[in-house]
């Protein structure tokens, strides 16, 4: 089944706008309209170059019913990007997550029963919980859910409902669970980018606790490859692990940019530990790759951060605004 009208949820967020972008450039004669609430982390300009006559921007909530009948019976399927996704964020206020994550998706699914519509819901290897260090196990589909923050038990929460519309009322629907994306247009408070902007700022990076923590890492147009044919080609009520075996751990990584970037390797900060930090994540993404002929495009991460460095210092204007409101509740949580 091909779709040529797709809701995209968060669709002026960071994945959810560079999986726009992948759809456009990659299938000819589909047409998207983006639902998004512009949140702090949602930003009108991550759609600009699209062709208005292919995107249709819908500025509201995922929670607002009356709006979700208006625009879902006109569509083919929702691709369900839209979440609070920081868990530091989570970690000092859960309130948002309960609704958005929890809430909206719930509200979605409602309305994709109503309308006999295709669902694709967004997830996180996160709501496996952590591994540790030295265990050789990988998250697959049958991992036992063991969500640790605010933030990963919200997502946990989102995919039940996910499963139980399916089973009780038959809506056609699929999930994906993701590892760590990176790439263009990721807020400033996540991990890399946070690195990078300070950096260009004239400021030291952070790194948590004792930087062993570890993220299966994947550049951003590879998770929107997989989603597509998840989208198309999945399976309904089956869950997808994406992953691209990009594992690597905090000190590494921070490394990496210093040296990509002239600094020596000891010019950062260690601050305090993320409370119920998770260890270490891992996926085995080949039920994917078997049954869909998935594979990542975007394998060398050292290009990949490459590249994500040349966008944040081309496009300082992007993030500049918002650098020293992050940085200062950072500096509040002694980090
Ligand atoms: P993001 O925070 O960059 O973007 C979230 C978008 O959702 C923003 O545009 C925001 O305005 C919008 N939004 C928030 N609340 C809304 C609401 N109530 N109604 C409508 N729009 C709303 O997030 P991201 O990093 O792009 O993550 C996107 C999805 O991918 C999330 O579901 C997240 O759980 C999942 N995910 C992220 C990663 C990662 O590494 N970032 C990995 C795996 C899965
Ligand atoms: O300044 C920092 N220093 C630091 O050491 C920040 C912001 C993070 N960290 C560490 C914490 C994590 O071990 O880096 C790692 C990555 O942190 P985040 O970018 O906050 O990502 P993470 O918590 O792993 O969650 C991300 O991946 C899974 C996304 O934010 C989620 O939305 C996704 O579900």
């Not at 994550?101 to 919980?129: C, M, P, Q, W």
């Not at 400033?188 to 700022?201: A, G, H």
Request: charged content about 25%.
């Amino acid at each position: 089944m091909s779709f040529d009208d797709i809701i995209v949820t968060g669709g002026a967020g960071f994945i959810g706008s560079n999986f726009v972008h992948w759809v456009i450039d990659n299938q000819p004669g589909v047409h998207v309209t983006v639902l998004d609430a512009l949140t702090y982390a949602g930003n009108r300009d991550n759609l600009v170059g699209i062709p208005g006559d292919r995107l249709t921007f819908v500025h509201g909530d995922i929670c607002d019913a009356a709006l979700l009948d208006d625009i879902v019976p006109e569509a083919g399927a929702i691709v369900h990007f839209a979440a609070e996704s920081h868990n530091d964020n989570s970690i000092a206020d859960p309130e948002p997550f309960v609704r958005t994550n929890v809430e909206g998706t719930y509200r979605l699914l409602e309305a994709a029963r109503k309308h006999g519509t295709r669902f694709h819901h967004i997830s996180t290897d996160e709501v496996y919980g952590d591994l540790a260090l030295d265990d050789p196990a990988r998250f697959t589909e049958e991992t036992p859910y063991h969500p640790s923050s605010p933030y990963s038990s919200t997502k946990a929460s989102s995919d039940m409902l996910v499963r139980a519309w399916h089973r009780t009322y038959g809506v056609e629907a699929t999930i994906s669970n993701c590892s760590n994306n990176y790439g263009p247009r990721q807020h400033i408070e996540k991990f890399i980018p946070r690195q990078i902007t300070n950096i260009l700022s004239g400021l030291r990076p952070k790194l948590y606790g004792d930087g062993r923590n570890v993220r299966d890492w994947i550049h951003v147009d590879d998770h929107s490859s997989a989603v597509w044919e998840i989208l198309n080609r999945g399976r309904s009520g089956e869950t997808y692990l994406i992953g691209a075996d990009g594992e690597c751990d905090n000190l590494h990584v921070l490394r990496h940019i210093l040296e990509l970037m002239g600094k020596s390797p000891d010019d950062f900060d260690w601050v305090r530990d993320r409370p119920g930090h998770d260890r270490r994540y891992a996926i085995d993404s080949s039920k994917l790759r078997r049954e869909l002929g998935w594979e990542p495009v975007h394998t060398s991460f050292q290009e990949g951060l490459e590249s994500a460095i040349q966008w944040y210092a081309d496009n300082k204007s992007w993030w500049e605004t918002a650098k020293s409101e992050v940085e200062a509740k950072y500096a509040q949580s002694g980090q």
